[in-house]
Each structure stands twice: as structure tokens, then as C-alpha cells.
């Protein structure tokens, strides 16, 4: 049902400079976006009845494209670097009103959405797109407030994407075509020349990233989220491709999220009302929550079918290796409605160390804890971002530092005085290779790395005997139900001891070069912590 009734919203998009559109769809329904995307021939059905799109060029976020404007909100409080690019406000003028001036003639989707789990921090948002499928990705990822709240609430934040509007770099001040600028005087995002839906997600997530730590000392976190039936919550911290949605889908637990969270005084809560999980290589036996997810208004991006069929092939990579699907939180059977956990009790840093080195499973300590979190070591996982087309290591502080307008030392701080508030217990689990790096040794299983994990939350390495790693320092336990024993210890799954203690050499070096821009801010407990290179 079109909703037209509810607000004027011609007028509204007139004061934004929106004006002689051809039609205007204001929040639809999940059913009339997919029979409108189909109309429009910009997406197929697939047997489930999720629909599937294309996303164009673009098929992962472009980080070199997104800006913040300098302005005099922003100036002295984001950390300009290579993420947190600045764009004179002049120039988002400009870019202003090339994209307003676009939707000219064209069909616009407008929906009224909002962001934060819990009522004191909620967010209202206004997402303004040109196809209707966006606005289905816009439905899917935030939260959807109820049909009589709509006529009172007006939109704290705006974005508006337009795929179609092209930047020209030598006037616009874009470095090509495609760009996501973020105002946060003006408090709008402006998304042109992509059509990945991600970029939208990602830019409420850093305005978030701003607001609830500069203004509300609420600790903004990359993370998953989950709770026990005894009402523990458990957080996985890890960049795209490490397990947080994977393994934070736990049949014996409630989801509270799979990406993106806040840290109150009183718990945790999610920031979005849905999730964007990766496809490729899905299967209902690895990952049975998320493949049962994938039906009627689910949203699946750049899968391709078995031929002459309209069945997903989950393992097509012919696009990206970055496939997507966004549906509803509630897809989840066991998702907590509402998404808000308690504080804390467990917190996992998911790595994907394409080295082979660190162990599946160790225990920090508060020290090491930090160090590991500002350093975020990772592997960029295939076709998350552009132009990243196999594993590549590297440094993400906090384990999101695209997403971080603020310096990594004021997350890291807050995160600190909470753990040992609250004495959090934390682990590093590594979800990449076991018995060499990659290409020669294999993925870590993903029931083994289940098995560690629930024998964490379960308190069940709590008992066991630990040794240090030599290198790192990380406490590694010399026993876990489920999981052979050999495999704990990864020197031990090495054909070669010397030419691991040699990588493990290597990746400590790079540990240490990356944290010497951030040595200033650290107190001696978590300099300690950094491993023998």
C-alpha cells in the first residue's frame, strides 16, 4: 500500500530541491518494490522468491570515493586520513544540486526509516532513491517504525542516492565519477555513481561512528552481537568476511545483530533492523539461518542461477566474490526483538589471517586486548572492496577504521574502560589458514571454529591449561571440546617449524611497524602487549 496520505511528501522533496519528478513512491511495501523492480526489468525472481539484482560497476564499497566535509563541525574533531577524506563545502554544494537537479522527469522512492535499537538513541532517517529496489535494501536494513508514527516524525538525517548521477572530478571535486559524501552540518549523505547498496548502509554506520561516541559516550562498534538463553551477551568485533554474521547466527542463542552496535552504561544494542550477509558458497547445511532467510522480500545482490533455472548458485563468483543478501532481522527464527543485550560477558576478535600464524582460538588479556583492537589485523576477504581480488593482508584499527571519523585512540579508550568495568572476558580467533599460509595451508573449518566458540561462551576453557604463544604472547588453551587437540597450537599443523617461526616473525614485524603511529596515545600496559618481532 502506497502511503500517500500520510505526509506531504511532493512538498518535502521541493525543499530539497527535488522538483517536476515523474512519480514519487513513498514507503512501499516489501511486495510492490519487487513487482515494480521486476516491471522495470531490474532484477529477477529467483525460485525462492527473493529478488535478485546487479548491481552495476560497483559491486563493493569504493573507500577512495567517500568524503566528510570540512567544515567547522569537523575540522578539529575527524581524523583526516586516508578513509576520512575531506570535501570542501563549496564543492558538496555543487554536487548538491547536480544531484537534485537528476531526478528531474524520473521516478523517485522516498522512505522513512530509522537507525539505533534503543529509544534514547534513535535516529530518524529519510533514504531517497531512484530505483525501487534500494529503496527494498533501505526497508530491509533499518528499522521499520510503525504506519501511524510516520506523519510526526521527521527525518533527523537524509540520503539520497542516485546511481545514474555522474560526478564530473574537474568541477565537482570527486576524484572520479562515483562518490558518497558525508554533511554533518547539513546532516545528508549524497551517493551517486554506484549503485551498491552497501554505501548507504555504511554511511549511517559513520555518522553513528560520530555522533553516539563525540556526543552521547555511547562506544559505536564493527560488530556482531548475540545473547544466551541465560541472558549473556556475546560481541564479534571483524571486518567483512571474518564469521560476525556467519557465526554470530547461533541457533542456541538470540541475535541481536550482525554488524554494527552501540555500548551503553546498560547493555548493547543493534543499530540496524536487519542484515547484510555474504552469499558466496552459502549452504543450508553450513549456515541454515541465513540460507532460509533468502525468500520473499529478501534482497540478493550479483548471484547468478544455475542455467535455465531460476535457483541461486551460491557458488558463482562471475560477478564478484562479494555477493550479498539484506533481509529483516526477524528472518532470523532466534532473532531478540527488541535488538538490545545486556553488558558483555564475552568478546571475540575475528581475524582472517591469510599467514597462517596466529592460533584459531587465544585468550588476551586487557593489555593485549587493546593492542590487538587498535591494530585490527585482518585479511581483506575477495571483493568486499573494489579492486581486491584475492586475500590481502592488513591493519584496520578497531576493526573498522574505514567507518571511524573520529581517532582510533577515542574507540579504543572507551572499549578499555569497559572491559575492565565490567571484566570482559576477550579471545582472538582466527577464522583464515591452519598449516601454512594461503595457498599452501587450508581454511580453518568453520564447525571447528563453531566448537571454540561455544566452549568459550559455555565457560568451558575456563579450567584448562593454557601456554603462551612465543611470538605474540596470546594465551592459547592446550585443550577444547570438539577440536583436535594438534590443531590449537598452529606451529603444530606447519610440515615446517622453522618456516613458521620465520612468518610468525614476519607478521610480528608488521605488527609492530603498523602500531608505531599509534605508540604515542598507549599507556605501558598495552605497548607490553605488542609480540617479540
Same mark, same amino acid.
Given at each position: 500500500?502506497?502511503?500517500?496520505?500520510?505526509?506531504?511528501?511532493?512538498?518535502?522533496?521541493?525543499?530539497?530541491?527535488?522538483?517536476?519528478?515523474?512519480?514519487?513512491?513513498?514507503?512501499?511495501?516489501?511486495?510492490?518494490?519487487?513487482?515494480?523492480?521486476?516491471?522495470?526489468?531490474?532484477?529477477?525472481?529467483?525460485?525462492?522468491?527473493?529478488?535478485?539484482?546487479?548491481?552495476?560497476?560497483?559491486?563493493?564499497?569504493?573507500?577512495?570515493?567517500?568524503?566528510?566535509?570540512?567544515?567547522?563541525?569537523?575540522?578539529?574533531?575527524?581524523?583526516?586520513?586516508?578513509?576520512?577524506?575531506?570535501?570542501?563545502?563549496?564543492?558538496?554544494?555543487?554536487?548538491?544540486?547536480?544531484?537534485?537537479?537528476?531526478?528531474?522527469?524520473?521516478?523517485?522512492?522516498?522512505?522513512?526509516?530509522?537507525?539505533?535499537?534503543?529509544?534514547?538513541?534513535?535516529?530518524?532517517?529519510?533514504?531517497?532513491?531512484?530505483?525501487?529496489?534500494?529503496?527494498?535494501?533501505?526497508?530491509?536494513?533499518?528499522?521499520?517504525?510503525?504506519?501511524?508514527?510516520?506523519?510526526?516524525?521527521?527525518?533527523?538525517?537524509?540520503?539520497?542516492?542516485?546511481?545514474?548521477?555522474?560526478?564530473?572530478?574537474?568541477?565537482?571535486?570527486?576524484?572520479?565519477?562515483?562518490?558518497?559524501?558525508?554533511?554533518?552540518?547539513?546532516?545528508?549523505?549524497?551517493?551517486?555513481?554506484?549503485?551498491?547498496?552497501?554505501?548507504?548502509?555504511?554511511?549511517?554506520?559513520?555518522?553513528?561512528?560520530?555522533?553516539?561516541?563525540?556526543?552521547?559516550?555511547? %562506544? &559505536?562498534?564493527?560488530?556482531?552481537?548475540? /545473547?544466551?538463553?541465560? !541472558?549473556? #551477551? +556475546?560481541?564479534?568485533? $571483524?571486518?567483512?568476511?571474518?564469521?560476525?554474521?556467519?557465526?554470530?547466527?547461533?541457533?542456541?542463542?538470540?541475535?541481536?545483530?550482525?554488524?554494527?552496535?552501540?555500548?551503553?552504561?546498560?547493555?548493547?544494542?543493534?543499530?540496524?533492523?536487519?542484515?547484510?550477509?555474504?552469499?558466496?558458497?552459502?549452504?543450508?547445511?553450513?549456515?541454515?539461518?541465513?540460507?532460509?532467510?533468502?525468500?520473499?522480500?529478501?534482497?540478493?545482490?550479483?548471484?547468478?542461477?544455475?542455467?535455465?533455472?531460476?535457483?541461486?548458485?551460491?557458488?558463482?563468483?562471475?560477478?564478484?566474490?562479494?555477493?550479498?543478501?539484506?533481509?529483516?532481522?526477524?528472518?532470523?527464527?532466534?532473532?531478540?526483538?527488541?535488538?538490545?543485550?545486556?553488558?558483555?560477558?564475552?568478546?571475540?576478535?575475528?581475524?582472517?589471517?591469510?599467514?597462517?600464524?596466529?592460533?584459531?582460538?587465544?585468550? %588476551? &588479556?586487557?593489555?593485549?586486548?587493546?593492542? /590487538?583492537?587498535?591494530? !585490527?589485523? #585482518? +585479511?581483506?576477504?575477495? $571483493?568486499?572492496?573494489?579492486?581486491?581480488?584475492?586475500?590481502?593482508?592488513?591493519?584496520?584499527?578497531?576493526?573498522?577504521?574505514?567507518?571511524?571519523?573520529?581517532?582510533?585512540?577515542?574507540?579504543?579508550?572507551?572499549?578499555?574502560?569497559?572491559?575492565?568495568?565490567?571484566?570482559?572476558?576477550?579471545?582472538?580467533?582466527?577464522?583464515?589458514?591452519?598449516?601454512?599460509?594461503?595457498?599452501?595451508?587450508?581454511?580453518?573449518?568453520?564447525?571447528?571454529?563453531?566448537?571454540?566458540?561455544?566452549?568459550?561462551?559455555?565457560?568451558?576453557?575456563?579450567?584448562?591449561?593454557?601456554?603462551?604463544?612465543?611470538?605474540?604472547?596470546?594465551?592459547?588453551?592446550?585443550?577444547?571440546?570438539?577440536?583436535?587437540?594438534?590443531?590449537?597450537?598452529?606451529?603444530?599443523?606447519?610440515?615446517?617449524?622453522?618456516?613458521?617461526?620465520?612468518?610468525?616473525?614476519?607478521?610480528?614485524?608488521?605488527?609492530?611497524?603498523?602500531?608505531?603511529?599509534?605508540?604515542?596515545?598507549?599507556?605501558?600496559?598495552?605497548?607490553?602487549?605488542?609480540?617479540?618481532?
Amino acid at each position: 500500500m502506497q502511503i500517500s496520505s500520510v505526509r506531504d511528501t511532493l512538498r518535502e522533496l521541493r525543499e530539497l530541491g527535488i522538483e517536476n519528478t515523474a512519480d514519487v513512491h513513498y514507503q512501499l511495501t516489501p511486495e510492490e518494490l519487487t513487482a515494480q523492480t521486476l516491471a522495470r526489468k531490474q532484477g529477477s525472481l529467483s525460485e525462492t522468491g527473493a529478488l535478485v539484482v546487479n548491481t552495476g560497476e560497483f559491486t563493493g564499497r569504493s573507500p577512495k570515493d567517500k568524503f566528510i566535509v570540512k567544515d567547522s563541525i569537523t575540522a578539529t574533531t575527524v581524523n583526516w586520513n586516508d578513509f576520512n577524506l575531506p570535501f570542501s563545502a563549496e564543492n558538496f554544494d555543487r554536487l548538491y544540486q547536480k544531484v537534485t537537479r537528476y531526478f528531474a522527469g524520473k521516478s523517485v522512492w522516498v522512505r522513512d526509516c530509522q537507525a539505533c535499537a534503543d529509544p534514547e538513541y534513535r535516529l530518524n532517517i529519510r533514504v531517497i532513491t531512484e530505483t525501487p529496489w534500494a529503496s527494498l535494501f533501505a526497508y530491509n536494513m533499518f528499522l521499520r517504525p510503525h504506519e501511524e508514527d510516520l506523519e510526526q516524525m521527521d527525518p533527523d538525517w537524509t540520503v539520497i542516492q542516485a546511481p545514474g548521477c555522474m560526478a564530473d572530478p574537474a568541477t565537482d571535486g570527486t576524484r572520479q565519477h562515483n562518490f558518497a559524501v558525508v554533511n554533518f552540518t547539513k546532516k545528508m549523505i549524497l551517493i551517486g555513481g554506484s549503485a551498491y547498496t552497501g554505501e548507504i548502509k555504511k554511511g549511517i554506520f559513520t555518522i553513528l561512528n560520530y555522533v553516539l561516541p563525540h556526543e552521547k559516550n555511547v %562506544l &559505536s562498534m564493527h560488530c556482531s552481537a548475540n /545473547q544466551g538463553r541465560n !541472558g549473556d #551477551t +556475546a560481541v564479534f568485533f $571483524g571486518l567483512s568476511g571474518t564469521g560476525k554474521t556467519t557465526l554470530s547466527a547461533d541457533p542456541e542463542r538470540k541475535l541481536i545483530g550482525d554488524d554494527e552496535h552501540g555500548w551503553t552504561n546498560s547493555g548493547v544494542f543493534n543499530f540496524e533492523g536487519g542484515c547484510y550477509a555474504k552469499t558466496i558458497d552459502l549452504s543450508e547445511e553450513k549456515e541454515p539461518q541465513i540460507f532460509h532467510a533468502i525468500r520473499e522480500g529478501a534482497l540478493v545482490e550479483n548471484i547468478g542461477f544455475f542455467p535455465g533455472t531460476h535457483k541461486i548458485n551460491y557458488a558463482d563468483k562471475t560477478i564478484t566474490e562479494n555477493t550479498r543478501v539484506s533481509y529483516p532481522l526477524h528472518y532470523i527464527d532466534n532473532a531478540l526483538e527488541p535488538s538490545i543485550g545486556s553488558l558483555p560477558k564475552n568478546i571475540f576478535f575475528l581475524t582472517c589471517d591469510a599467514y597462517g600464524v596466529l592460533p584459531p582460538i587465544s585468550r %588476551l &588479556s586487557p593489555g593485549q586486548a587493546m593492542y /590487538q583492537f587498535i591494530s !585490527g589485523y #585482518t +585479511a581483506k576477504v575477495a $571483493g568486499t572492496e573494489a579492486g581486491v581480488t584475492e586475500p590481502k593482508s592488513t591493519f584496520s584499527a578497531c576493526f573498522g577504521a574505514p567507518f571511524l571519523p573520529l581517532h582510533p585512540a577515542r574507540y579504543a579508550q572507551m572499549l578499555g574502560e569497559r572491559l575492565r568495568k565490567h571484566e570482559v572476558n576477550v579471545w582472538l580467533i582466527n577464522t583464515g589458514w591452519t598449516g601454512g599460509a594461503y595457498g599452501t595451508g587450508s581454511r580453518i573449518k568453520l564447525n571447528l571454529t563453531r566448537a571454540m566458540i561455544s566452549a568459550a561462551l559455555k565457560g568451558e576453557l575456563e579450567k584448562v591449561a593454557y601456554k603462551n604463544h612465543e611470538v605474540f604472547g596470546v594465551s592459547i588453551p592446550e585443550s577444547c571440546p570438539g577440536v583436535p587437540a594438534e590443531i590449537l597450537d598452529p606451529r603444530n599443523t606447519w610440515a615446517d617449524g622453522a618456516a613458521y617461526d620465520k612468518q610468525a616473525k614476519d607478521l610480528a614485524g608488521q605488527f609492530v611497524k603498523n602500531f608505531e603511529k599509534y605508540a604515542a596515545q598507549a599507556d605501558k600496559e598495552i605497548l607490553a602487549a605488542a609480540p617479540k618481532a
